[in-house]
């Protein structure tokens, strides 16, 4: 059964108006093509933006600057991290403020899928360590773009008794996105192009099919608040005492995102320099080890969303998350073997899973205002990526302890936050 207006219905041309409230208090169920539309618009989006994060960057790097890789792709990757702080809550600030008569979401989200396309065809053509900065910071302006108003539309247009199911498929297209980005790089490593611009190319489409069938909202001009300097600033912060529950959920997510960030973002390395793996194995290994991490997480994450959904309890998910990172984290450092590293990796898998398919349902449970909706939840892409910033920045600095190559340090860092953010749960007012 269709719960889209008849205008939608044929096309998605003329979209809702948003209540004066912000939002109906129980919206009816995203039916399945709408459903079916959203993840695929959010895969197709992750695949573009999780292959160079996770391996086609790396590598590039490594060609491009092989003495100096580990400073470069810290640089890349530390300052791409910062920029999509910014850019995710800003841009959803400013979509739960656009008026246009396509929506609030829509613009954001077709503009931000050319944009991420623009940024990879700079990677595809770059041929020095400035082009590929340049191409990833262009990446992670738009893609941010795209996903702050993408995820947003989950307290937009699901009801409450289908927000974890979302959550969940919404962490299952970003362990999906890496996966199929990973296979990209599998069968044609030395195509720099191919590697960058095919899953840009899936995000333009996947997205295009999305905008078709997808309802939104649209906010009338009359209506529409004033944009001030401190509306600006106001993307990036909320006052605490305001809501504690929000607040702390913030914390705990920094926190137990920050375990497998040390996993993803150094494994080409540590491959390299503390298992001493052959150059040109590392591909192929890679590509195992996200494919045992991610075929995992895949089945965790949506897991996850309908096993919280269905017991009306979010914590007990989210700390057997925060455990399993640890324990991944852990074996990883066990033994210098392959083996070893894919046991350690397919656990840290498995926590991820179940972190990436709740954690959008961990804050929606605790968001009060509807009017800034978006802007809440860029807030809570700032907890869970702004570890992909300082991992990096930190990152040789633990290294570099008792002279270089001290994986026990930083992974021994990432066992600890991971852990921290357990006892931070005793003070959201959730089940």
């Not at 702390?248 to 540590?270: C, E, H």
């Not at 002279?403 to 959201?428: C, H, S």
């Amino acid at each position: 059964m269709s719960h889209i207006s008849e205008p939608l219905a044929q096309g998605g041309a003329v979209p809702d108006v948003v209540p004066p409230s912000g939002g109906p208090s129980e919206l009816p169920r995203v039916g399945r093509l709408q459903l079916a539309a959203w993840t695929l618009a959010l895969f197709g989006l992750w695949t573009a933006v999780m292959t160079p994060a996770t391996v086609s960057l790396a590598l590039r790097v490594g060609q491009i600057d092989p003495g100096g890789k580990e400073g470069s792709y810290s640089l890349i990757a530390g300052v791409g991290a910062v920029v999509a702080v910014i850019a995710n809550p800003l841009a959803g600030r400013l979509s739960d403020l656009t008026t246009s008569r396509f929506g609030r979401r829509r613009p954001w989200i077709a503009g931000g899928a050319l944009g991420t396309f623009a940024g990879s065809a700079l990677l595809a053509t770059g041929h020095s360590v400035a082009a590929l900065f340049a191409g990833w910071i262009v990446i992670q302006l738009f893609a941010n773009a795209a996903a702050a108003a993408l995820i947003a539309l989950i307290a937009d247009r699901f009801p409450a008794a289908q927000q974890g199911t979302a959550s969940g498929l919404l962490g299952m297209t970003v362990i999906a996105g890496a996966l199929a980005g990973t296979y990209v790089v599998k069968i044609l490593p030395d195509s720099p192009s191919a590697i960058f611009l095919a899953p840009a190319g899936l995000a333009v489409v996947c997205i295009a099919a999305f905008l078709l069938v997808f309802p939104d909202q649209v906010l009338p001009a009359a209506r529409r608040p004033a944009f001030h300097p401190r509306t600006f600033l106001q993307s990036f912060y909320m006052k605490p005492s305001a809501n504690p529950d929000f607040a702390w959920t913030l914390l705990t997510l920094f926190l137990v995102a920050a375990g497998p960030t040390f996993v993803v973002t150094y494994s080409v390395y540590f491959l390299q320099d503390y298992l001493h793996i052959a150059k040109d194995d590392v591909p192929g290994t890679v590509f195992i080890s996200v494919l045992i991490m991610n075929l995992l997480g895949l089945v965790s994450s949506p897991l996850a969303g309908v096993t919280s959904d269905r017991i009306g309890r979010r914590k007990p998910v989210f700390i057997a998350s925060a455990l399993l990172a640890a324990v991944g984290l852990a074996v990883l450092l066990s033994v210098k073997s392959l083996p070893v590293f894919y046991v350690g990796v397919g656990i840290v898998g498995v926590g991820n899973g179940l972190f990436q398919g709740l954690y959008v349902a961990m804050a929606t449970a605790t968001l009060t205002d509807p009017s800034t909706t978006a802007r809440d939840l860029g807030l809570v892409n700032i907890a869970t990526t702004i570890p992909q910033s300082l991992v990096p920045f930190a990152a040789p600095a633990l290294l570099a302890v008792g002279g270089g190559g001290n994986y026990p340090v930083l992974f021994g860092t990432g066992i600890l936050t991971a852990l921290l953010g357990i006892p931070m749960l005793r003070k959201i007012n959730i089940k």
